[in-house]
Nanobody
Framework: DVQLVESGGGSVQAGGSLRLSCAASGYTYNTCSMGWFRQAPGKEREGVAAIRRYSGTTFYADSVKGRFTISQDNAKTTLYLQMNSLKPEDTAVYYC??????????????????WGQGTQVTVS
């Protein structure tokens, strides 16, 4: 199994920045992709960004391109999401996720096997 623990959420004014972290432990060596999703009240969980752990290829939702950056540390055990120029519509619970197979649909929840508990991001 893989365990994922997010941190770094909080409240920020529009235009501000936050950096989310996701610490991965367990059998992480066989995970192909890791991603960030978010879910606002009354809405479905949506893909924000993802990264192929070994190639470093990244993917972004159109709504966050140019504002958010996904990255990982050299040990590939910590995932980050740098969020700049935050907008009120970015308010949501943000989840970290890990996928074992390399599937093309990076932004679909069914692609991912493991999920963190989520961290709240509020932009006002």
């Amino acid at each position: 199994d893989v365990q994922l623990v997010e941190s770094g959420g909080g409240s920020v004014q529009a235009g501000g920045s936050l950096r989310l972290s996701c610490a991965a432990s367990g059998y992480t060596y066989n995970t192909c992709s890791m991603g960030w999703f978010r879910q606002a009240p009354g809405k479905e969980r949506e893909g924000v960004a993802a990264i192929r752990r070994y190639s470093g290829t990244t993917f972004y939702a159109d709504s966050v391109k140019g504002r958010f950056t996904i990255s990982q540390d050299n040990a590939k055990t910590t995932l980050y999401l740098q969020m700049n120029s935050l907008k009120p519509e970015d308010t949501a619970v943000y989840y970290c996720a890990a996928s074992i197979p390399c599937l093309p649909n990076w932004n679909e929840t069914r692609t991912y096997t493991y999920w963190g508990q989520g961290t709240q991001v509020t932009v006002s």
